[in-house]
């Protein structure tokens, strides 16, 4: 079992003895939706640390969202539910970038490979991905090398 799921295992059993009610429907909510990237597919397996960590963040978009809506749609109570259980989710996830940090990445990355416009995002998106590993969203990142490039 990878070190962040037993984590999680953990946390939620903690949660359960001090009775706290968001934070152990939110990682109840969160081993759900690993157990269920662990049986999709042809065979079952057993999630690394990465792919927890994919999950997690695929989590906590959908909790961001959820909450952009609910904010939308007037409904404040469960807007803030929802920016809580998202609060829970990005405990466990790595420290997101600054603003000042990405730019930085970005230009260095625009610098070496040579980008000259728009034409060359992908080749710009993709290197600034893999040093990036998850802590920017990629509609940031996006945004960022748009805004650089354009």
Known sequence: M??????LRTDLTTAMKSRDELRTATLRMVLAAVSAEE????????L??????AVLRREAKKR?????AFATAGRTEQ??????EGDVVAA??????????????VADVITRTGAGGMRDMGRVMGAVQQQVA????????AAEVRRQLG
């Open 64 to 68: 961001r969202e959820a909450a952009d």
């Open 48 to 53: 690394s640390d990465d792919e927890v960590q």
């Open 134 to 141: 998850g802590r920017a969203e990629g509609g940031r990142v």
């Open 39 to 46: 049986v999709a597919g042809k065979e079952a397996r057993e």
């Open 2 to 7: 990878s070190d962040l799921k037993e984590q």
């Open 92 to 105: 466990y996830l790595p420290a997101q970038l600054e603003d000042a940090d990405l730019a930085a990445l």
């Open 79 to 84: 807007a803030d539910r929802e920016r809580a």
